[in-house]
């Protein structure tokens, strides 16, 4: 975890490049950019700040409410607090690696930024950006909705199984409207969320499952047995650790 966070935080630092290896769409990125894409370019900067909050936002259920909030100022256990704080964490680390060494490597140029070279050919006023692919804001925030999710499914947080549903709904709400709000605000292309969208949740959802919750605790049998030569009895221990 320390590793993925020193990774991704090294990459962040670094400038991305400014002239892309790849431009335009794929499949049916360019038919849902016409259908989806908003024509004033001041409601697209309203529409790109709207989808920014839930990005922002992301950490606070995962890693501020249910383990500080809940786990250790409602019920006291610290435990609890310090293990869904370590996994939150963990996924997030690895969401955000991935999303800046996808973004490296591919070099896709956000649309906006295409369509500003094609409407001013010098780039003059250009925001040159080639961080498209796939969509961090997205990923990060599926992510988010994975922890949620898996949480609320293992543990019960919020003390009922309607609650718990709530908060596992309202990450995935936040996740959508971030979504929806890159395609809109033509920050991204549909492939560019849909690959975020997949990758943030598998990895919100999968690392506490896989990881954590998914190992199962076997039952230790110790039994006494006669050994083989009937000369004495040993002790057998059995099960899963």
Known sequence: MLATGAGTGALALRTPPTEPRWRGGILFDDSVRRTVR???PTARQRLRTVGDW???????????????????????DAKSAANLELMGLEAFSYAGLLSFVSTRISVRERPDTTE???????????????EA?????????????????????????????LADASACALAGTGALVTAVSRLMADRHYATD???GMGV???????????????RRKGDVRVSFQPDALGAGAVVSVAGLF
């Open 193 to 195: 969320v849909l690959v």
């Open 54 to 76: 839930p990005y922002y936002l992301s950490p606070a259920l995962p890693l501020v409410v249910d383990p500080l909030i809940v786990s250790l100022l409602g019920r006291g």
């Open 116 to 130: 500003c070279r094609r409407l001013h050919p010098d780039a003059a006023n250009c925001e040159l950006d080639t």
């Open 133 to 161: 692919f796939w969509s961090g804001h997205t990923s990060i925030v599926a992510a988010s909705a994975g922890l949620v999710c898996a949480n609320h499914r293992y543990l019960p947080l919020w003390g009922s199984p």
């Open 38 to 40: 908003l024509e004033s």
């Open 200 to 214: 943030g949740f598998a990895f919100g959802y999968g690392v506490p499952v896989v990881l954590h919750y998914g």
